[in-house]
């Protein structure tokens, strides 16, 4: 007896899956893939998830329907393998369809300075002429309405198109949404994962975001459920990883830069950021003191091959701007304006490579406007 694979494919007709009620080979469920060693018969069956409920049911029905249809004397028992259509991270849908570059600015762990850079980055962006748009990812720990002077904002819903969206409020040239502008900014936000993911989603998709150059996110610290929520809620055009040059917040930062090139997510980095790589008094501008040791970011950007988008001293300036809702980087003539005036020409020129498909350089080159 020969058995040759169309043979298979017009048992596997007999099997209907059963969400449907449509045979599998219809459906595109079996992989072109099938071996044939004499009696010995190997395929794969694809189904959309890979906790689809019906997998055990449609491999039993398929290794009948072959052993009734050519033969009992074909081993096939144990021979299906099963695959997921989409085992690597999903296109998401087009949420924002007028927004160019969406930049995901994370770190691995708290307290080194990733939300100051967000805000600093937005505001940088918008004085180099483009349209910015924030969103304050942050659900347990909101602080960009503090830091844009938005505190007692309170966003109302705007009706665009036929629906009713929520409006951003905007400072600094930066549209902004946050989940503190919907709590009491002393209570803490006692959420789990899926209500967080939720909120999120309809801060993103809810809004009158309008055309943007660049929308960024600054994401919770860590990876956790919120990150996976929103590189499958938005095509994001790349991540920027905050540090310390500390040893401690660098092997989270190598852990973070592993999140977003891993399978699953597979985002591309843009590069990292060195915050408090320095201390400079402002009685003494020239001097830089390393209190958390010297270009740890640089090292770790060498040895990963991505780009160094930026080193940001510590300045009293940088908090007390924080503090008063006055962001640093509506000073570009400072110290700290100026860093941060190149950081954001950096993460433009890292996109402008991104966006033409060539290899991100380990040395970044700006142009300058």
Known sequence: MTIYPQLIMDALKK??????????????????????DGMNVTFSLLFDKPNDPFIRSVVKAAETAIQTYIGPEVNIKNNITVKAKQLARPEPDKLLPQVKNIIAVSSGKGGVGKSTVAANLAVALARLGYKVGLLDADIFGPSQPKMFHLEEARPCMVEVDGRELIEPAENYGVKMLSIGFFVNKGDAVLWRGAMASNALKQLIGDANWGELDYFLIDLPPGTSDIHLTLVQTLAITGAVVVSTPQEVALADARKGISMFTGEKVNVPVLGLVENMAWFTPAELPNNKYYLFGKEGCKRLAEELNVPLLGQIPIVQSICEGGDQGKPVALDPDSITGAAFRDLAENVVEQVRLRNENLAPTQRVHVTKK
């Open 15 to 36: 099997v209907r899956y059963p969400g449907t009620g449509k045979d599998i080979v219809e459906m595109g469920m079996v992989e072109d893939n099938i071996r044939i």
